[in-house]
């Protein structure tokens, strides 16, 4: 039973480092605030979410198991609401989301 634990922790452990890699990648490779905001805050959230799982099904102490759910309920209600708050401070000082046409649309530079 211990080594089945062992490979679902390490399993899920590297699932959430590989899906924190992608938002790293998305971060540097998606065009606007908006979509780098969307790709990070997805697979940061899942991610961690991953790594906290991983950890969970390590521990024995239920002090650290307690912990450990806080954290995942405190990214769970975090996460979202830090990405709404940035998106609305985004729109609100004139960015607006980017088009297939290649240029950002503000209010200075309507779409036409």
Known sequence: MGA??????????????????????????LPDVFSRMHGAGMTDTLGAGLL???MLLQTTDWLVAIKL?????FLAFTSPTTSHAL???????GLMPWTR???EVSKENPPS
């Open 52 to 54: 906290v799982l991983g």
């Open 69 to 73: 759910v806080m954290i995942v309920a």
């Open 4 to 29: 089945v634990l062992d490979l679902l922790s390490w399993a899920s452990i590297l699932s959430g480092a590989l899906f924190i890699f992608i938002g790293t990648l998305g971060l540097l490779r």
């Open 87 to 93: 998106a609305r401070a985004a729109l609100k000082s």
């Open 101 to 103: 046409a290649g240029r």
